[in-house]
T-cell receptor, first 110, second 114 residues
């Protein structure tokens, strides 16, 4: 089982749509969780951290289910500018680097 | 605040040649990471430094890859000799501390091995 697995994608949605990405992780000792965004031929940039209680940042909502080792990202009212690859990221074990999923590509069209 | 600086941005070499990449992290960031991102994949950690000491190099192909961070600031990553499968983007990232703290990435070096 891969350490971080994401929906394969790509997701092609119209503007204004709601889209959800899912991610599972294998290490139950993981402590930190993030969603990064990566535009084509650019570096990954932090979109948001994911907290156990769930958290929201504008149109973006992240959820964490530790029991199921599952992370989600919901994007409401999709914009053209949301088109990117979304990387699910977890902390492997304390004191070590982050582990990235392969990413899910989102394409929002007008 | 200046971000993570990397150079060169692009590099094309032939197999069996050597190449070096340079990274300057965000000022004050003690932890520095080198990642390899192959097309269609997420970044994969190659090596992690805490100041000038190596924390994790378990996924670094040590027969051909080497990295150093001599004064705890800048870092270089070297490949010698390069193979075709080394074609990838090499990303440098830094964070204040290790263990899940937010990482900031440089623009990366895109390497093509012919």
């Amino acid at each position: 089982r891969k350490e971080v697995e994401q929906d394969p994608g790509p997701f092609n949605v119209p503007e204004g749509a709601t889209v959800a990405f899912n991610c599972t992780y294998s290490n139950s000792a993981s402590q930190s969780f993030f969603w990064y965004r990566q535009d084509c031929r650019k570096e990954p940039k932090l979109l948001m951290s994911v907290y156990s209680s769930g958290n929201e940042d504008g149109r973006f909502t992240a959820q964490l289910n530790r029991a199921s080792q599952y992370i989600s990202l919901l994007i409401r009212d999709s914009k053209l500018s949301d088109s990117a690859t979304y990387l699910c990221v977890v902390n492997g074990k304390a004191g070590t680097a982050l582990i990235f999923g392969k990413g899910t590509t989102l394409s929002v069209s007008s | 605040e200046a971000g993570v600086a990397q150079s060169p941005r692009y590099k094309i070499i032939e197999k069996r040649q050597s190449v070096a990449f340079w990274c300057n992290p965000i000022s004050g960031h003690a932890t520095l990471y080198w990642y390899q991102q192959i097309l269609g994949q997420g970044p994969k950690l190659l090596i992690q430094f805490q100041n000038n000491g190596v924390v994790d190099d378990s996924q670094l192909p040590k027969d051909r890859f080497s990295a150093e961070r001599l004064k705890g600031v800048d870092s270089t990553l070297k490949i010698q000799p390069a193979k075709l499968e080394d074609s990838a983007v090499y990303l440098c990232a830094s964070s204040l501390t290790s263990g899940g703290n937010i990482q900031y990435f440089g623009a990366g070096t895109r390497l093509s091995v012919l």
